[in-house]
């Protein structure tokens, strides 16, 4: 849809805008949805939707800023909700959400978050660990990985080798064996509620970089004593940094100890694990815990699980695709996708978590395997 929609709307700016479009559209609530993608199911359930990417993959600052302008004016915004892709670039943030009403943590908290010579030596004084971090090449990059500061989705992630120099958004962090974890949760600028635990993996494929996102599961095992230490780390860091909204903490476990990788300072992809569990959605917890009310602590009768689907070359989507009922983000019919790019999202449930991971990855290797029969 592109024309500019009559009601006031909610103003939906993401990477991919589907599932907080779909936790909104599940409360009445009207949405425009800016994204890089403008998926199928995202023009379902959106008043209005565009997709604003540059060559770059990256959001068009351009493009995002006048068709926020169309669709979305700020005279008729009900106010601004944003996920991954601003987390780098603030100042978008900000021309965003100026006369808009912001959902979500204001720019300069963004900044300091997501500024690991700011964000790393707070948690040291809050006493909170994490992983060895130099905005310096180590002398011996062995056992380092190096990454990219306001970047999101893992694919920045590389293995530190003595070719990689210091640079103004590159910073070198000690790599750590063992699980690695999330929490979804809530804050509301003093306080947390954890919403939800899940394991997280990489994509496993090798025409992706090797940290890529692929999925996570929720309803994991967890040591007894880990969620009551989390729940001490996000009481401390809100109450720090004044974060606000439904954002994600990664953090990595070997033992019953938790160190702090990074903050999400937004809505993160596990948001699709809960908001089906959530009487007010996502969205709703998100615009609640934003103005000053925390959910209750939730409880799971079922393990959820997703994962993407990566293109494994150029792939021209077939005109009539039959997509199964547990796939998401669906692109558009005969758009062509690169090598390496998202292709959909598959998503399953189970008793156990192990069910449920399980299921996903066949699934994923199902849509991997039979959709297209060649390269575009």
């Not at 351009?62 to 068709?67: I, K, S, V, Y």
């Not at 100042?91 to 908290?109: E, M, S, Y």
């Not at 979804?184 to 993996?201: H, P, T, V």
């Not at 079922?302 to 005109?319: Q, T």
Request: glycine letters at 10%; charged letters at 20%.
């Amino acid at each position: 849809m592109s024309g500019s929609p009559r009601a006031r709307a909610l103003l939906i700016v993401a990477s991919s805008g589907r599932a907080l479009a779909a936790s909104a559209a599940r409360l009445g609530l009207p949405v425009v949805v800016l994204d890089l993608y403008n998926d199928v199911d995202t023009r379902r359930v959106a008043l209005a939707s565009r997709a604003v990417a540059g060559r770059s993959g990256r959001f068009d600052s351009r493009l995002l800023l006048a068709a926020a302008v169309e669709l979305c004016p700020s005279q008729n915004c009900a106010g601004l909700v944003y996920g991954s892709g601003l987390e780098g670039r603030v100042g978008l943030l900000k021309k965003l959400a100026r006369d808009r009403t912001l959902f979500g943590n204001d720019p300069d908290t963004v900044a300091m978050i997501k500024d690991p010579a700011r964000f790393f030596p707070l948690l040291a004084r809050l006493g909170v660990a994490h992983p060895a971090v130099s905005l310096e090449p180590p002398r011996d990059p062995d056992g380092w990985l190096v990454k990219r500061s306001g970047a999101a989705g893992g694919s920045h992630v590389r293995r530190a080798t003595r070719r990689h120099r210091a640079g103004a958004r590159r910073y070198f962090q000690r790599f750590l064996p063992g699980r690695v974890l999330s929490v979804l949760f809530a804050a509301d600028g003093k306080r947390a509620q954890a919403i939800g635990f899940n394991q997280q993996w990489t994509a496993g494929v090798p025409w992706c970089a090797p940290y890529c996102y692929g999925g996570a599961v929720t309803c994991v095992d967890l040591p007894a004593a880990l969620p009551a230490v989390v729940a001490q780390i996000l009481d401390r860091v809100v109450a720090a940094t004044g974060l606000k909204g439904v954002n994600g903490l990664d953090f990595i476990v070997d033992g019953d100890t938790p160190s702090v990788l990074e903050i999400n300072p937004r809505p993160t992809a596990t948001i699709d694990l809960y908001d089906a569990d959530l009487e007010a959605g996502v969205v709703g917890v998100h615009l609640q815990a934003c103005r000053g009310e925390l959910p209750p602590a939730l409880r799971l009768s079922r393990a959820r699980a997703h994962a993407i689907v990566y293109a494994s070359g150029a792939l021209r989507v077939p005109a009539r695709a039959e997509w199964p009922a547990w796939c998401t983000d669906l692109p558009e019919p005969s758009s062509v996708i690169p090598l390496g790019a998202p292709v959909c999202s598959v998503h399953a449930d189970a008793d156990t978590p192990a069910q449920a991971r399980q299921s996903v990855q066949t699934r994923r290797e199902q849509m991997q395997a039979g959709l297209w029969s060649g390269a575009a």
